[in-house]
């Protein structure tokens, strides 16, 4: 999403308090990189000083939460393993072929 960056950083501010998305998670809605999101922060901060505090709110909660998701994804990535998994579907007969060659 190009254009006014000012523009940008409000419409960030509002998805952000709205749903409670990661830094991640907005940056890839908007099609922007998660340092373009932390700079609309620092934006919206001086354009609307009671969504900025909203944001923040949302923002400290991913941050206080951000280990649990972590290691929910670790979770998942050994369970994934320990069912044979690891791999994508067809991925090691692709492996065999290239080491058959």
Request: positive net charge.
């Amino acid at each position: 999403m190009k254009g006014d960056p000012e523009e940008r950083a409000v419409m960030i501010g509002r998805y952000l308090a709205a749903s409670g998305a990661t830094v991640r998670a907005a940056a890839r809605v908007f099609g922007v990189s998660k340092s373009t999101v932390w700079k609309d922060q620092c934006r919206l901060r001086k354009l609307e000083p009671g969504l900025w505090q909203e944001v923040q709110a949302v923002l400290q909660r991913n941050k206080a939460e951000r280990h649990l998701r972590g290691g929910e994804a670790t979770r998942c990535k050994y369970l994934r393993q320990a069912q044979g998994q690891c791999h994508p579907p067809g991925s090691r007969e692709k492996r065999a072929e290239k080491v058959k060659s």
